[in-house]
């Protein structure tokens, strides 16, 4: 016993050092003082490892030493940080739901609304062309296809008018919904929706009401196609005025292209949001702005005039073997063109080339008709009049001049008053005519008169002719101005001269188109343009009185132009043009006139560009007058001349001719 408790105290004596040096176990100890009978009950694993390898004293004996105990509970300072991590947490946790909430938040749900939304446009229709009775030349056929994506129709939902209560699933409720609109049966169409293809066309040339039900029906997975297709009933009556459209449904040519915004109207927009599986959600914020249909363009053209005038031209050119002809037909007093003809028009469901009109586009040499405006001008200066007299040779040299002219037939020296003059197209007489007035007058008439200057005709691509400029003409231009020669007009601007006339002396300006009208039907007149007074009523009724033996006296050059019935006024031309080879060989056939001359209601034009055959505007055009006018005084209705009338003598001392 005395050995053991010495070891037990030599031990002690080696850990008292330590313990020592240590206070904390010190005041360990006093801490753990009253837990020791615990503890002793219960050991812990650490504890009881020490009192077994203690002494014979045992546990808490007098030799043995007190067992180890270890300190387990959280310091203050670890507290303190884990506190802290957590409050830092809450408060980025807090400033990032007041950021969410507060200053994002409605950016954040207007973007989530946003991706929701779809839009789906409303195609405008374009609009008709038309004739001056209705007669549609151009209509638009626009018809859709339906397509569906058969993936998305499993996910549709049909639900009732509460919104919540479901009647129906997937393709069996779709094809219910659609089976009436499309006129198909609902069993076949399910099945139609029942599959993996992503774009099955379902239904072709759907009406637009049609496809606009269907898309209100909100089954997801449905499109459609649009498939507008341009009409033109007319085919080729009228087609290069009308125009056509390009692939994309873009103006062209002619009133299309000239009306383009008009005719294509502006689309509307459908705006809707989708739920789950692209199915639009009912009354969830649509919106609908409608489409504005193109507008009804409305042309001053007879249909069946037209028609008539182009078979009369294609059938000339043909047996004159011409470059190209043109016809057209003038209301007077209101500058209406009631037909505009030209060889080899358009069809525009088929077009080619680009729809070039030559009566406006390819001035040329008026010729003898030109005459006309020489002799008016110089009647409106009051230095002629209808019964004036000169000495006219078959050919001329003006004085101070050494340029000689001649006329188109040879003859002997003869005296003719203005009126014969014009009769028998003298260039000799309308040279001596015209000399008596200034260059600069002369042309001021022709601007007065619309030569050199667009018409306003509502197509694109006018060619105005050359300028009139009295400086750069040369010693003989200044001569052949007065015949209609050095100067170029394009058809349009040549008729126009004796409508003028006809009109009692005021150019109207001349148009192609009558209107337009909306979607509702409400009519929008053209702008007219500005009227000019050129020459007084005297000098304007005076001349038509002249222009009339044109027509009527024996050997005239325009008998072919008569007309049975009706008192006709008019003027031939002939001029000489280039021949593509360096010579001036080839011709311009044409002739302008009035009908009827007492009353007048339509001017009529006539040009054939290069004859092979014919040459002269009396052989040529003025048949063309004669056939076009005849047609169009019982297409409209025009009463026949009820009054005879006397004419100017084209011969000093002559019988006044009496005509009617």
Known sequence: MTATRGRTQADAKTRQPREARDPR??????????????????????????????????????????PRAWRVGPSSRRTRIMIGVVLVALVLFAVRLVQVQVVQGPGLAEAASSSRMREYPIHAQRGDIVD????????????YDIQVDQHQIPAFVYYAEDGKTVLGRGASAAAELMAPLLGVDAHELGAQLTGSNGGLIIARNVTPEVRNQLLDLGVNGLTSNLEEMRVYPAGVTAGSLVGWVKSDGEGAAGIEYRFDDLLGGTDGLRTGEIGVGGVMIPGAGQTVTPADNGDTVHLTIDSDLQQRSQEIIDAKVAETVSEWG?????????????????????????????????????????GSTGKILTV?????EGLVTPTSEFEVPYTYTPPNSSQTF????????????????????SNTGTIQIGQLMSDQTRVDYMDSFGWGAPTGVELA?????????????????????????????????????????????????????DGT?????????????????????????????????????????????????????????TAQVADGQGGVTATAASFVGVVPADAPRIAVGVILFKPQHGFFGGTIAAPVFHDVASFALQTLGIPPTGEKATLFPSYPGEEPPTVG
């Open 517 to 573: 009208s909306d979607d509702d039907g409400r009519f929008t007149p053209s702008a007219s343009g500005e009227e000019v007074r050129v020459v007084s009523p005297e000098t304007a009724s005076d001349m038509i009185r002249m222009l009339e033996s044109v027509t009527s006296e024996d050997g005239a050059t325009g008998n072919r132009a008569a007309i049975d019935g009706y008192r006709v006024a008019g003027k031939t031309g």
């Open 406 to 425: 001649k006329d188109h037939t040879e003859h002997e020296t003869e005296r003719l008053t203005v009126t014969g003059i014009l009769a028998d197209s």
């Open 25 to 66: 176990v010190q005041a360990g100890a006093r801490t753990r003082t009253p837990r020791t009978a615990p503890r002793a009950a219960a050991p812990t694993p650490r504890a009881a490892a020490v009192t077994a390898g203690s002494g014979s004293g045992g546990s808490g004996g007098p030799g043995g030493s007190a």
């Open 461 to 513: 691509g006018e060619t105005a002719g050359i300028a009139l400029d009295p400086t750069k003409w040369d010693g003989r231009s200044r001569f052949t101005t007065m015949f209609g020669q050095h100067v170029q007009v394009n058809l349009l601007q040549n008729t126009n001269v004796i409508a003028t006339l006809a009109n009692g002396g005021v150019r109207t300006p001349l148009h192609l188109v």
């Open 132 to 143: 001056a009775d209705g007669a549609v030349l151009a209509t638009s056929v626009m018809t």
């Open 326 to 366: 043109a016809v057209v037909v003038i209301e007077v007093g209101t500058g209406r063109i009631l037909s505009w003809a030209e060889s080899g028009m358009v069809d525009p469901n088929d077009p080619s080339g680009y729809g070039r009109l030559n009566s406006l586009q390819s001035p040329y040499e008026p």
């Open 376 to 380: 008016a001008a110089a009647m409106e």
